[in-house]
């Protein structure tokens, strides 16, 4: 179990991360908003992005279960998608199209470790959220 939630927090930890800095960005940085036309979205995208990307970040973190959770990740999941569909259709170099694919890894790395820790946690000390 100790296993488990190791790797469980360093996985979702990681993709929390990388999803606050990449919302941050987008929010502050003159170049995502390059980067944004480059990939061939609108300008509102940029913003609608960051904050569906802070709001899943909290809601991968906050320790509940239920269908809220599931789509988080499924959220973040066609997020990655899309974004390795976008880089690769744009032309972007190879590192640029996987680097999506590597999170995505480690989102369902998360994924299968939350069903894991689930199974040990008994019904009653945890929270159900939109059961």
Same mark, same amino acid.
Not at 95 to 101: T, W
């Given at each position: 179990? &100790?296993?488990?939630?190791?790797?469980?927090?360093?996985?979702?930890?990681?993709?929390?991360?990388?999803?606050?800095?990449?919302?941050?960005?987008?929010?502050?940085?003159?170049?995502?908003? &390059?980067?944004?036309?480059?990939l061939?979205?609108?300008?509102?995208? %940029?913003? /609608?992005?960051?904050?569906?990307?802070?709001?899943?970040?909290?809601?991968?973190?906050?320790?509940?279960t239920?269908r809220? &959770? /599931?789509?988080?990740?499924?959220?973040?999941?066609?997020?990655?998608?899309?974004?390795?569909?976008?880089?690769?259709?744009?032309?972007?170099? #190879?590192?640029?199209?996987?680097?999506?694919?590597?999170? #995505?890894?480690?989102? #369902?790395?998360?994924?299968?470790?939350?069903?894991? %820790?689930? &199974?040990?946690?008994?019904?009653?000390?945890?929270f159900?959220?939109?059961?």
């Amino acid at each position: 179990m &100790k296993a488990t939630n190791l790797i469980y927090w360093i996985t979702t930890g990681l993709v929390a991360v990388m999803m606050s800095f990449s919302a941050y960005l987008y929010l502050t940085s003159p170049e995502m908003e &390059k980067a944004f036309q480059h990939l061939g979205f609108p300008a509102y995208f %940029r913003v /609608e992005l960051a904050i569906a990307k802070l709001l899943g970040v909290v809601g991968l973190m906050i320790p509940f279960t239920g269908r809220l &959770k /599931e789509w988080v990740y499924a959220g973040f999941t066609i997020n990655f998608i899309s974004a390795f569909i976008a880089h690769t259709a744009s032309g972007d170099p #190879l590192s640029g199209s996987v680097a999506p694919l590597i999170f #995505l890894g480690l989102l #369902l790395t998360s994924y299968v470790m939350y069903h894991k %820790r689930q &199974k040990h946690t008994a019904p009653a000390a945890t929270f159900v959220a939109f059961a």
